[in-house]
C-alpha cells in the first residue's frame, strides 16, 4: 500500500465530499486530489527527486495535509520538523538528512535567514502560511495555481515515507526511518480494532501534526475515507468549538489537553454528542481528569496508545471497556492487532507475568531504521524486536503495565523506584492537577524520590501530606520524601513531561545525574 490510495479511492467514491476543513476553509476530495498532483508537479519542477527529502516547519493546517501526500506522491520522502526546537535544532536535523527543501508558515518563517546560514544545501524555501510570501521564498498557493499536474508515483510499500526525528532526551536527535508499509501497518492495524478512525469519520487535529501520534491518526482517517479538521493548535475553546461546529467523531489529545478541555469553565455548553473515539497517549492520564472526561465526552470511548516514533507509533493499545475496569485502567492496553509484544532480561529472554523488564515489540510498523546511525539501529532492533527502553510487566491476560524509563528509574536506598508508579498514586490526590516523580540527590539515601506537582485550582497540600497519602496505596519507601509545587510542568512538542528540565536544576551541581 501507499499513502495517497486513499485520496485515490476517496476522490473516485466521494469526489465533492469535504476532504480538509480549515480557518473557514473546505476542499473537496476532487480539488484536493488536483492540488496535490499540482503541488507534487512544483515539487519536481524545483529539483525535487526520487528519495529527496522534503521538511516542513508549520502549524496544523489543511496544507500540510496536502504537504504529507504531495511529496510521496513525487516520489520524495517527508521530513515533519519539531515546532519547539529551536533553530539550531532545527538546522541540525535539516542538515542530517540533508532536506534540500523546507515548507514553512507564517509562524516560523523569520527563521529561514538563521537555517539558511547554518545549511547551505537548503536550495528552496515555500511559504504555506496566509498572504503574499516573504522575499525569496516560493508561495505555496502560486506554485499549486501555475504548475501543471503529475502522475502519482505511487511511492509505498518499504520505501522510505518519512523521516521523524526523535526529542533528543540523550545527544542528538535521530532520524526515524518509516516506512509506507510501517505507517500503514500501525494505523490500519490500530483501526482494526474499530475504536480508532472510522470510514467517513471527521477527524480533528489539535495535537501537533508534525508528531507521529498525530499522523498516525491522519494515516488511518486518510485510508478509511473522511474529513480532516484542523485548528492550527491546541487551544481548549477552539477545540470545543470545533467539536460542537463540525460535529467531530475522532480526536488525538495528550492527558494535559485532555486537563484543560475538563477545566474549561464553559466545557459543558458545548455539543459534544458527536464524538465516539478520544484517543491519548505520550504519558499516563489521573483518574480525576479520566472520570471527568469520560462524563463530558459521554458518547466517546476512550483509548489509550502506547508506543514511539520508532513502532510508527502503536504497540498496545487500551479499550473503552477495559477504561470501565478499575484494574485494567492502569495498564497501556494489550498488543495491537498488528504488533508482537513481549517483556524480556537483559539477555533478551522473556520474564515470568508479572515480572518487570523491557517492553519489546515485534512486527510490520518496526522502523526501518535510524538515518544514517547503523550501529544505533542494531543496538535497538535486533532480532527484529524493537527494544523500548521502558520498564514494564505483563499479567496473566496480557495487558501491559508501564512502570517507567528503564534510565530513568530512582535508585533510593538500594530499592529500585519506578516513578511512573509513584505518578500514579500522587495523581490520585484531590488537591493534584498534573505532577511528575524524578530521583533527586540525597547524602544517605543516593537518590530521594521527589515530586513535582500542580494543584487543581483553589486546592492547597503539603509535601508531608502528600507522603502520607502514597503511602496507603504503595511502599513507604516509593512514597516522595519531598516535592515542589509549580504553576505549570515543562512539556515536548509532543506533549510529554520533560523530566530532564526538572532534573536539571538539582543535578547541574553533581558530576553525574544518579548516586
Known sequence: MYLTQGLHRSAQQTPDEPSTVFAGRVRTFVETADRVARLAGALRENGVGS???????SLNSDRYSEFLLAVPWADAVFVPVNIRWAAAEISYSLIECEARVLVVDETFSALVPALREAHRGLTTVIYCGEGDPPEGMLGFEDLIAQADPVEDARRGGEALAGIYYTGGTTGNPKGVMLSHANLLTSALGSAATGHFCEPGGRLLHAAPMFHLADGAAWAAQTALGGTHVMVPAFDPVAVLSAFSEHQIT????????????????????????????????????????????????????????????????????????????????????????????????????????????????????????????????????????????????????????IVDRIKDMIVSGGENVYSVEVEKVVAQHPAVESCAVIGVPDDDLGERVHAVVVLRPGEQTTAEELREFCKQHIAGYKAPRSAEFVDALPLSGAGKILKRELRRRHWDQHHRAVH
Not at 51 to 57: H, K, P, Q, S
Not at 276 to 301: Q, T
Not at 330 to 335: P, S, T
Open 51 to 57: 528519495g529527496d527529502r522534503v521538511a516542513i516547519l
Open 250 to 401: 475522532t480526536t488525538l489529545l495528550v492527558p494535559t489537553m485532555i486537563g484543560m478541555l475538563v477545566n474549561q469553565p464553559d466545557a459543558g455548553s458545548y455539543d459534544l454528542s458527536s464524538l465516539r473515539h478520544m484517543i491519548y497517549g505520550a504519558s499516563p492520564i489521573s483518574e480525576p481528569v479520566l472520570e471527568k472526561a469520560m462524563k463530558l465526552f459521554p458518547n466517546a470511548g476512550f483509548v489509550q496508545a502506547y508506543g514511539m516514533t520508532e513502532l510508527s507509533p502503536v504497540a498496545t493499545l487500551l479499550l473503552p471497556e477495559d477504561h470501565h475496569d478499575p484494574a485494567h485502567r492502569r495498564a497501556a492496553g494489550k498488543a495491537a492487532p498488528h504488533a508482537e509484544v513481549r517483556i524480556v532480561d537483559e539477555h533478551d529472554n522473556e520474564v515470568p507475568r508479572g515480572t518487570v523488564g523491557e517492553v519489546v515489540c515485534r512486527g510490520g510498523h518496526v522502523m526501518l531504521g535510524y538515518w544514517n546511525q547503523p550501529e544505533a539501529t542494531a543496538a535497538a532492533v535486533r532480532d527484529g524486536w524493537m527494544h523500548t527502553g521502558d520498564g514494564g510487566y505483563m499479567d496473566d491476560d496480557g495487558y501491559v503495565y
